[in-house]
């Protein structure tokens, strides 16, 4: 089973609509919890940290599910310079100070005029 | 502020040569990290250093890969010699803090390797 799993898409969806991506990660110990956005061809950038009690920024939203192991972002209004993947992101903090993120293999979402 | 920066952007080698990639973090990060992508994979954590530490190197995948960071400023990463499996994309980040919660991590352009 994979750390980090996502639907990879592509997700196509027309501009100004909504839509939600879901990302599952098995390892129960994970502390923190981010989207990175990535371009064609370029790095990550971080889009949002997640919070246990969930946050928005604009027309982003996420939310974190700890029982069920799950993340979720939702892009309202979405914009044509929405299009990138988006790539779900844990770092589980293990001990001795290791700090490497874990990815996901991204979800591809393209914005349609 | 300049960002994080890798040198060369691109990079095609024989099987069995030697590459060193370049990385220069953030100015002031004491944190730098190497990932890779290889295709159709996820981009994979290889290392983390503390200043000139090797803070984990739990995913360097054998040891053709050394990693290095004299001084504690900039970073090199080199494949001898390196594999037909080696190609992918390989991304230096580097953060301020480290072991926090909800610390950014910023990642360079990457370089591009290609072992032919």
């Known amino acids: 089973r994979k750390e980090v799993e996502q639907d990879p898409g592509p997700f196509n969806v027309p501009e100004g609509a909504t839509v939600a991506f879901n990302c599952t990660y098995s390892n129960s110990a994970s502390q923190s919890f981010f989207w990175y956005r990535q371009d064609c061809r370029k790095e990550p950038k971080l889009l949002m940290s997640v919070y246990s009690s969930g946050n928005e920024d604009g027309r982003f939203t996420a939310q974190l599910n700890r029982a069920s192991q799950y993340i979720s972002l939702l892009i309202r209004d979405s914009k044509l310079s929405d299009s990138a993947t988006y790539l779900c992101?844990?770092?589980?903090?293990?001990?001795?100070?290791?700090?490497?993120?874990?990815f996901g293999k991204g979800t591809h979402l393209i914005i349609q005029p | 502020e300049a960002g994080v920066t890798q040198f060369p952007s691109h990079s095609v080698i024989e099987k069995g040569q030697t590459v060193t990639l370049r990385c220069d973090p953030i100015s002031g990060h004491d944190n730098l990290y190497w990932y890779r992508r290889v295709m159709g994979k996820e981009i994979k954590f290889l290392l983390h250093f503390v200043k000139e530490s090797k803070q984990d190197e739990s995913g360097m995948p054998n040891n053709r890969f050394l990693a290095e960071r004299t001084g504690g400023t900039y970073s090199t990463l080199k494949v001898q010699p390196a594999e037909l499996e080696d190609s992918g994309v390989y991304f230096c980040?580097?953060?301020?803090?480290?072991?926090?919660?909800?610390?950014?991590?910023?990642f360079g352009p990457g370089t591009r390797l290609t072992v032919l």
């Open positions: 980040a580097s953060s301020l803090i480290a072991g926090g919660r909800y610390n950014e991590q910023f």
């Open positions: 992101v844990v770092n589980m903090h293990s001990g001795g100070g290791a700090d490497g993120l874990t």
